[in-house]
Every structure is written in C-alpha cells, then in structure tokens.
C-alpha cells in the first residue's frame, strides 16, 4: 500500500515528473494547481494541468487540483470548467478549495469528487468553530487541511477527514499583486521571473530573512511541521525542488 503523502513542486516540468517517479512507492499522488500564479508552476499555465493530470493517472498517482486563493469575475468561470473538465476525464480525485462560492457552485452541479477545504482558508480567519464547520460539511466537503498537529485529532472526531500541511513554505504574507514584479522592477514575460533565483528580503537587525516567490513573501527557511498523534488521512508536502523530498519523507517515516 502506498503511503499518504501528496506532492507538490513549486515548478512542474515533465523531468521534474520523470524525477518523482523514483519515490513512487512511497507517494499516493500529486498537487496541481499554483495558490496564485498558474505560470509559476506551469510553462504554459493551466493549460498544462490537464497534461500532468493525465501523465500521473497512467503512473498508478491519485491527482489533487489546488484552486486559485482568489477566484473573481475574471478567472471563476475558467476554473470551474477546468474542474468539471478534469471530473470527467476521470483526471481528479480531490479538490483544494478555500472559497465559499465555489463549493456552493460545485454542489448545486452534482460534483462528485472529494473536497478540501485548504490551508489558504485560513487567509480568512483561522478559528474553527463547530459551526462552520457544520456549514462547510453542508457543502459537501469531506476534508480539511491543516498546519496544527492538535487539530487533527478534533478534526477526525467532528466527522472530517483531516490532510496534514507536513513541509511547506513558511508564508509571511500575501497579496493581490506579484511582489517578484514589484522588488525586481521587471515585467513576468509568462512566468521567466519565477524561473530565476528568487530575490530575498533581510531586515537591518538581520532578526527578519524573507524570500520574495510571487504573491508570496516567505521566510527564507521552510517548515518541517511535528508529526501529529493523530493519524492524518493524508500528508502534504510542498518543495520548491525534488532535491528538498528524501529528507522529509526520511523524517516522516521515522
């Protein structure tokens, strides 16, 4: 049996899928999906999910789609296609959504893949409270992701399956605008910034080190989260380069 853990790479290439492909015993599957950006995870944006979806099914690898943490006017539409398109293709086996509207949507058009509400809900407002997430599960969604080991316990017993955030960047902040553009003073040009060594930020005390990676600023060091006495239906694992995997699949397995 494979294990729980579903991986995401801050830039997928078909050598970087050639290269998990190596961890495939211990890997149940992958994150597609940028929070932000689809073209700093991908060189031709969204239009290359559907690719990867497929290349990682034919492997034998469950597939996650992460929804975008702002969904307007401008790019709702498109996502929700791209999330019925992948739904009946076969492509997707669950789903990272942090916005209310969204779910409301996928329910009322019979939408049978499982759904998550993800860590990027925490952006507004982290407390859990019974009713909400009463009406979360009224909405049909059956996971929540969380970074707090003490959660996950609580979580199970509400009748949730719970994901747990194991490796991912540490977020300072976020925001609507690229702070890549904005330090850099360079226009994207479809993604090239994000594909060059991200600048960094350090305070004059030295006290504050902040990496800039699009509409994030992240500190410069990630977070390896405390394994939870509870066990986790599934572990998320987000690296900026596959480099960074065997040592946190080593300290989860210990």
């Not at 960047?169 to 060059?196: E, M, W």
Request: proline share 6%; glycine share 8%; aromatic share 12%.
């Amino acid at each position: 049996m494979k294990s729980k853990f579903l991986i995401n790479v801050q830039h997928w290439t078909t050598r970087q899928f050639a290269d998990l492909m190596r961890f495939s015993d211990r890997v149940r599957g992958i994150i597609l999906g940028d929070p932000f950006c689809p073209l700093r995870m991908f060189e031709h944006g969204n239009w290359d999910i559907p690719v990867f979806a497929k290349s990682a099914k034919e492997a034998g690898l469950c597939v996650a789609l992460q929804t975008p943490v702002y969904l307007t006017q401008r790019n709702f539409n498109d996502m929700f296609s791209l999330i019925r398109f992948l739904e009946r293709r076969e492509l997707l086996d669950l789903l990272f959504v942090q916005d209310v509207g969204l779910l409301s949507e996928l329910k009322e058009s019979d939408f049978r893949v499982p759904t998550c509400w993800s860590f990027w809900g925490g952006g507004r407002g982290d407390t859990l409270s019974r009713d909400l997430l009463n009406f979360l599960t009224q909405l049909n969604l059956q996971y929540l992701e969380t970074n707090k080991p003490s959660r996950v316990g609580p979580l199970q017993e509400c009748g949730l399956k719970v994901i747990y955030r194991l490796y991912a960047p540490q977020v300072a902040t976020f925001g609507r605008f690229c702070y890549t553009q904005y330090i850099t003073g360079s226009p994207c040009n479809g993604g090239d910034l994000c594909k060059h060594e991200q600048p960094g930020l350090v305070s004059t005390d030295g006290k504050l080190n902040l990496k800039v990676s699009g509409y994030t600023l992240e500190h410069a060091k990630p977070s390896l989260n405390p394994s939870p006495k509870a066990s986790p239906d599934y572990v998320t694992v987000y690296v900026g380069e596959l480099v960074h995997l065997p040592k946190v699949l080593g300290d989860d397995s210990r």
